[in-house]
């Protein structure tokens, strides 16, 4: 099973509507973070989070809201979506407490959404 | 602000070279540096990870280098095969402000048979 996965893998949507998209991960760790990724663009982060009481605005956070229900689990919201919102959304994972993974990131498969 | 730059955009190979991909950052003060690989629909894959006080690491036929004075970092892959194709993505992370990680929009590499 994969260690970071993400729900729904595509989604086409309308303008207007709102959207969530959920991250889950089992590796046990405390960091979480949301990036879109544009073609030519590459990833810009969205939202990030230390732990569940700790949320963080990141470059490009207007338009979206998060939550982090749990240490497991970071959901990405777009209020009422609109159509530069469309692009491939990541949610990521690090550890800051460990030793041999410690600073480094891993992604889920990520999430790819159009906004009509 | 940390601006990462990977050039070329693209490359293409015949199996079997060697091969450079470069990645370039504007703030020598750094924490870490990560090699990733995206293949398409998918997410993005950790190769390597480099932390500021290391010069190099070594994984299979992936050697990626770290120099911090010129703000480079250099992934080499040996006796490139099909399967190597994919995007190539270089992050950088900061030592004052190291919870961020600043991509580079990668290196579309194709290994032709």
């Known amino acids: 099973d994969a260690d970071v996965t993400q729900t729904p893998r595509n989604r086409i949507t309308k303008t207007g509507k709102r959207i969530m998209l959920e991250c889950s991960q089992t590796k046990g760790h405390d960091r979480m973070y949301w990036y879109r990724q544009d073609p030519g663009l590459g990833l810009r982060l969205i939202y990030y989070s230390f732990d569940v009481k700790d949320i963080n605005k990141g470059e490009i956070s207007d338009g979206y809201s998060v939550s982090r229900q749990a240490q497991a689990k970071f959901s990405l919201s777009l209020e009422s979506a609109i159509p530069n919102q469309t692009a491939l959304y990541f949610c990521?994972?690090?550890?800051?407490?460990?030793?041999?993974?410690?600073?480094?990131?891993?992604f889920g498969p990520g999430t790819r959404l159009t906004v009509l | 602000k940390q601006e990462v730059t990977q050039i070329p955009a693209a490359l293409s190979v015949p199996e079997g070279e060697n091969l450079v991909l470069n990645c370039s950052f504007t703030d020598s003060a750094i924490y870490n540096l990560q090699w990733f690989r995206q293949d398409p629909g998918k997410g993005l894959t950790s190769l390597l990870l480099?932390?500021?006080?290391?010069r190099e690491q070594t994984s299979g036929r992936l050697n990626a280098s770290l120099d911090k004075s010129s703000g480079r970092s250099t992934l080499y892959i040996a006796a490139s095969q099909p399967g190597d194709s994919a995007t190539y993505l270089c992050a950088v992370r900061k030592v004052y402000n190291f919870n961020k990680f600043y991509f580079g929009s990668g290196t579309k590499l194709n290994v032709k048979p």
């Open positions: 480099i932390q500021s006080s290391q």
């Open positions: 990521a994972t690090s550890d800051s407490t460990g030793t041999s993974s410690y600073n480094e990131q891993f």
